[in-house]
Each structure stands twice: as structure tokens, then as C-alpha cells.
């Protein structure tokens, strides 16, 4: 599926996923087509009830842009088994190294989603790693600040996410 990037566009996806089989919809996961949008605004939005085995879901909106992504998950556990194989397909479209995609996959990291373009990163660059393990999420804001400048770190994350950035950078042996 191609991004979206408005509102209409978002509803003319909702409608056609609406229109699809519960095998329609199926197919669309084993191609790793799980995300319907990401980082989009919006607020009120009537979501279709898909086919048994799935729901659309729409994540929590970021607190300074009200930024908001929608996915499809399973709903029933007869459908894991395509969920998984689905995930297996994504991941082979983003830039994830292949030597950490089996990582990723088993990871139990919730916001592994969201973190795998800053994994790549680390991954690529071992004096970056050695400084995000410098992080401290007990400093002031003009520390943090002095941190993030000093070694080019505006990662848009929350410290919580960036402690999650760092436990995923240990779950994959990245110290």
C-alpha cells in the first residue's frame, strides 16, 4: 500500500478495506501491509468493522503534533499465524539490517515499531551507540539539551522511548 498522507485518502482506504473478505484481508497482511497510516493528524474518524479475525487500531496521538497511526491487527488467535508471517514480510521492507530482522521479530519491545530506522543508525555507527549509552533520563532539561547537541541526538523521542531505544540496542547486542 502506497502512504497516506490526508485525510481523504485515509477515508478511501478505510472504505476499501471495509469492502474486503476476511481472505482479502488475509492477503494483505501475508504481504506485510499491516499499516494503514502513520504519523497523520486527525481526530474523529469512523473506522469499519473489518471481517472476523481482525480490527483496526488506531494508536495514541503524540502529545505536541496529535500524530496518530492506524493498523490492522488480529483480533482472533487463529489469525497469529498469518499476523507473524505478515511481519516477516514487512520487516524485509525496511532498512533493517538482515543480521537483526530475526531479533526484531522476536523482540516482546512494544515500540520496536516505531525505533527500527534509529536501530539501523546505531547499528551503522558504533560512536553514536557508545553516546546513547551515555544517556541519563535524570537530567535537567539544559543537560539533556547539552547531550542531544554535542552528539547531534534530536530524536524526537520521550526519555521512556529512548530507555526503550537503549534496552532494544542490548536485547540486540549492540554494547
Known sequence: MEPIYNIEK???RLLYLSQLSAEGIDELILKGEYIICSGLSFDNLDLPTLPDGWNIVVTLATKKLNL???IILPSNPDKNVVWNKGLVE???TTELPTELQD???SSKNKNKYNLISLITKLY???ELRSKYLEYNPDWTIE???EWALAN???DKLSPKKRLELIELMKEFKLV
Do not use: A
Request: hydrophobic share 40%; glycine share 0%; net charge positive.
Open 143 to 145: 543537560e539533556f539539551r
Open 68 to 70: 496518530r497511526s492506524i
Open 124 to 126: 551503522n555507527d558504533v
Open 152 to 154: 547531534n541526538s534530536y
Open 10 to 12: 485515509l477515508k478511501e
Open 90 to 92: 514487512y520487516i524485509k
Open 103 to 105: 531479533l526484531w521479530l
